[in-house]
């Protein structure tokens, strides 16, 4: 009987130190965070694309986060301009830095590829402007019709993705996913209590 009280014991205390570690502790460091003047809050549309962007498994294949130039090549390949902070994510819930980068990192997709006609066309059909892409194709999130009606937005899909018969038409949900993934744009000054001292004393070098 006594092993076995020691042994719940120690079990409650392992749970209550890895809660105040892993909860309680960064909760209290974080909670008093304010978001970046450059950083938006996300609109109606682009949270319903967030949705989307979990819902068909984009964060298994894409990181949001880019990593510190002492040990990543991250800044060097343009991903971004600066290293990801705390307060970029202070509008994600759940944050989707993500563990695989299957695909490249969209952390900054917003600024790299700000071209609203060259992403829908990709979610459509990835091969049509990267012939080497492994992403899967999205099509379900268009609507194929024999002809365009009023107010139809149609895409424009080179051959041979192009259908036989009929056009291709973008949906609220293409534009959605759209919306959210331009907004990904992290490009503004990081807050200066967030920028680590070795990267303070880097730019104060001449």
Sequence with gaps: MTRLLVLIMGAMA??????????????????????????????????????LYISNGCVYCHTQQVRDPSFTADIRKGLGNRPSVPEDYIHDNPH?????????????????????????????????????????AFPFLFRHKAEAEPGDEVLDVPQPYAP???????????????????????DY????????????????QP
């Design 14 to 51: 392992t749970v209550i130190f890895a809660l105040v570690i892993l909860v309680v502790l960064p909760k209290s460091m974080l909670s008093t965070l304010q978001a970046p003047p450059g950083l938006e809050a996300p609109t109606a549309q682009q949270l319903a694309g967030r949705q």
């Design 96 to 136: 989707l830095l993500g563990t695989m980068r299957t695909g490249p990192d969209l952390f900054n997709v917003g600024s790299r590829l700000p071209d609203r006609n060259w992403q829908l066309l990709h979610l459509y059909q990835p091969r049509a402007l990267v012939p080497w892409s492994i992403m899967p």
């Design 164 to 186: 036989a018969e009929g056009v291709i038409v973008v949906t609220e949900e293409a534009e959605a996913l759209v919306a959210y993934l331009l907004s990904l744009k992290h």
């Design 189 to 204: 000054p990081a807050p200066a209590n967030s920028i680590p001292e070795n990267d303070n004393a880097e730019e104060a």
